[in-house]
């Protein structure tokens, strides 16, 4: 069975950066292209950030404005997620995802529906 543990958010103030990390536990994590997702309190949980299984491809949503980067150390099993100029309305949980990449020619997915296994998110507070 896969698990994911998030760990890495915490409360910061506008403009902090801040490194969210994603510890997977199973077998063949280099098969996974992997995502990041949140939910901010009363909205939809969004898509943040995906990364191909060889890091060769990222994806952003466009309010990350060239602001988080997604990589990835398949030999420590371990997705990151580094936020810079971090803005109140970053203030979410956030959740890891892992996307088996060997059913797709795709090299990551943007929908919730395309991933198989789900942390249980990290909480982020961006406040003055």
């Known amino acids: 069975q896969v698990q994911l543990v998030e760990s890495g958010g915490g409360s910061v103030q506008p403009g902090d950066s801040l490194r969210l990390a994603c510890v997977f536990s199973g077998r063949a994590f280099s098969m996974y292209a992997m995502g990041w997702f949140r939910q901010a309190p009363g909205k939809e949980r969004e898509f943040v950030a995906a990364?191909?299984?060889?890091?060769?491809?990222?994806e952003y949503a466009d309010f990350v404005e060239g602001r988080f980067t997604i990589s990835r150390d398949n030999a420590k099993k371990t997705v990151y997620l580094h936020l810079n100029s971090v803005k109140p309305e970053d203030t979410a949980v956030y959740y890891c995802?892992?996307?088996?990449?060997?059913?797709?020619?795709?090299?990551?997915?943007?929908?919730?529906?395309?991933?198989?296994?789900w942390g249980q998110g990290t909480q982020v507070t961006v406040s003055s």
């Open positions: 990364i191909s299984f060889n890091g060769g491809v990222t």
């Open positions: 995802a892992a996307d088996w990449a060997g059913d797709t020619v795709e090299p990551v997915h943007t929908t919730q529906r395309e991933y198989d296994f």
